[in-house]
Every structure is written in C-alpha cells, then in structure tokens.
C-alpha cells in the first residue's frame, strides 16, 4: 500500500465532476487500500478520489466511532437529506490549517456499492452525516469554501495563502541550510583529500 499525494486547492482536478466508476477490480482495490493509508497519515476522516488526483467517483470514510466501521463507497449519491440544518466546523485535506462553520441538513441518506461491489444504503447524522456529504461534495467538484459567504471565504483564503507562503518560505529557508551545510562537508572533503 502506499500514501499517496493529495491535491491541494488550485489543482484542477478538485473542481471537476467525478467519473462514475463502471467496474470493480484489483486496480480500484488498490486504489481503495492506498487511500485509506493517505487519509490515516494526513490524520483525516474522509478522502474522495479527485483528492488524490484521480477523477473517479469513490471516497473512504472512518470517523473513528465502533457504531460506524470504516467504509469504501463507490458512486455514492445523497437519495434523501433532512430538512432541518446544523452548522458544524468543517475542514479539509485538500486545504489544509483552515476551517469554517458550515450548514448543512442534520441526516442523509445515501446510496453506493460497497468494494464487494454490493449496493449499500447508509442514513446518518452527526459526524458520518456531514463527512458523507462533504466527500461527495468533492467527486461533484464543490469545496466546503463554496459553502461561506463571500466575505468569510475570503478571509479563510486569505489565511490559507498566508499559511501556504509561510511554509513555502520555511521549506526555502531548509533547502538553503542543507545547501550551505553540503558545501561545508565539500569544502572540508576536498581539502582532506589535498592533505594527503
């Protein structure tokens, strides 16, 4: 198995509609297994396809509760949603360090296939509830941003791209110490070897 790299907001791929998946096979197994590791690494609860890139119409979901196993759904679809709404914090792996409130109807029902290819149906709220909706929000090209009003998106944009220069900055600031440090070793080999 192996973790995978996951998109990061900008990427394409988080904006376009998911492909519905035709067949069950060991590639999409695989693909299941390595999202499971990409998602536990990241420290997630949920991780839809165009996350890692691939535009296919699955998610992994495991929100760490005995009532709720973790789950692979592929094209799932939302058949019935609660009228009434809560508004829960929510993050993303795909925009990280930031969260926002978002609304959202308290229950969904939702059907997929599991990855023994059998259809499943799952009503929940809470929790499972908003991270069902949220990750098949992403194979439908919606972020959770798109939930906040102008105003609010922007500040939590605005705190992103501050987030993500600072990083940058700090990852430059690394790479120019290893570089400054193999030059010493170098310089220091160098004129050892001229010693002898």
Request: proline share 5%; hydrophobic share 35%.
């Amino acid at each position: 198995m192996a973790v995978l790299k996951i998109e990061k907001l900008g990427s394409s791929v988080l904006r376009r509609k998911a492909d519905e998946i035709e067949e069950i096979d060991p590639e999409l197994r695989e693909l299941i297994a390595d999202m499971f590791d990409t998602m536990y690494e990241a420290e997630g609860v949920g991780l839809a396809g165009p996350q890692i890139g691939v535009s296919r119409r699955v998610v992994v979901i495991d929100v760490n509760n005995p009532d709720h196993p973790r789950m692979a759904l592929i094209n799932p679809r939302i058949v019935d949603s609660d009228s009434r709404t809560a508004k829960e914090e929510e993050g993303c792996l795909s925009i990280p360090g930031v969260s926002a409130f978002v609304k959202r109807p308290e229950e969904v029902e939702v059907e997929a296939i599991d990855e023994s290819g059998r259809p499943v149906r799952v009503r929940a709220g809470g929790l499972l509830g908003r991270c069902l909706q949220h990750e098949i929000d992403h194979l439908n090209g919606v972020l959770f941003i798109d939930y906040l009003s102008p105003l609010k998106r922007s500040m939590v944009l605005k705190k992103y791209r501050q987030m993500q220069a600072e990083e940058e900055a700090e990852a430059r600031e690394k790479s120019r110490d290893r570089s400054r440090e193999g030059s010493k070793e170098g310089g220091q080999n160098s004129s050892t070897r001229r010693g002898r």
